[in-house]
């Protein structure tokens, strides 16, 4: 019995993770519309939280579009990488904003409080570690020889 080359190719540990994530963040923009609906698109109101994290809907659709990227790229390992590089810009900018917005209802449009905006500093780290997780080593057997070439390589 011979095995294709094409056949399913394993994915790697950052690859899993950027899935987790973008699952996670897709149901919490959901979750996040059942408790604020869609009125007061910008407001900040921390009466309006999810397990202890404010949220409007503008902040819910920014969940929905993180969710919605990690589940979109998961499924190679570049796609990955990219969306790795997306939460750590992204949720870093979001935490750097949170340190001026947070306590400031001028120009607090997400409605970060200080557990959002730790989380948002959370997630930029995993977007740094599924940026540069580093690539699995596989065996390529060839008639007469085996060897090793990392896992990103095609």
Request: net charge neutral; proline share 3%.
């Amino acid at each position: 019995m011979t095995h294709s080359t094409a056949s399913r190719q394993a994915r790697g540990t950052h690859q899993w993770l950027a899935l987790v994530i973008g699952v996670v963040y897709l149901l919490v923009g959901i979750a996040g519309f059942l408790v604020t609906g869609f009125s007061g698109f910008v407001e900040h109101d921390h009466g309006q939280t999810l397990l202890g994290f404010a949220i409007n809907p503008l902040h819910n659709i920014v969940h929905l579009v993180i969710g919605l990227l990690g589940i979109s790229l998961w499924g190679t390992s570049g796609g990955a990488r990219t969306f790795g590089w997306l939460l750590l810009v992204g949720y870093g900018a979001a935490f750097v904003y949170g340190l001026f917005a947070v306590g400031n209802p001028e120009i607090n449009f997400l409605n970060i409080n200080t557990a959002d905006n730790w989380l948002h500093g959370l997630s930029a780290l995993a977007g740094l570690l599924i940026a540069v997780w580093p690539a699995r080593a596989r065996t390529v057997e060839q008639p007469g020889s085996t060897e090793t070439l990392p896992r990103d390589v095609r």
